[in-house]
């Protein structure tokens, strides 16, 4: 499966986003997907999965601002983002994979099929 993230940008603190996740080349029913974030010079940190039952973890400093959802019918993932703040600067990558246990869907490994990224960046 290919992933193609896009909806990245230069906006000002305050301001909301809409990522998306698009998939080609299989559906995303049955797997686990997920978006990860890496500011610079830091590490890929998980942010929000969506699970094959439906669940949707969060990294707790993202929850009440970030939200993800899955559109089915499009086969795409979205990460709206509201209040951005200039922490949320990073370079975020949507990530999927099939038979991810819950206890292993924040972790990276976890992931066999990444995007290349969309950057975000936040003005103060």
């Known amino acids: 499966v290919q992933l193609q993230a896009s909806g990245g940008g230069l906006v000002q603190a305050g301001d909301s986003l809409r990522l998306s996740c698009a998939a080609s080349g299989r559906s995303f029913s049955g797997m686990t997907v997920a978006w990860f974030r890496q500011a610079p010079g830091g590490e890929r940190r998980f942010v929000a999965a969506?699970?094959?039952?439906?669940?949707?973890p969060y990294e707790e400093t993202v929850k009440g601002r970030f939200t993800i959802s899955k559109d089915n019918r499009k086969n795409t993932v979205y990460l709206q983002i509201n209040n951005l703040n200039p922490e949320d600067t990073a370079v975020y990558y949507c990530?999927?994979?099939?038979?991810?246990?819950?206890?292993?869907?924040?972790?990276?490994?976890?992931?066999?099929?990444w995007g290349l990224g969309t950057q975000v960046t936040v003005s103060s």
């Open positions: 969506i699970n094959r039952s439906g669940g949707t």
């Open positions: 990530a999927a994979g099939s038979g991810v246990i819950i206890s292993s869907q924040r972790r990276s490994s976890a992931y066999a099929y």
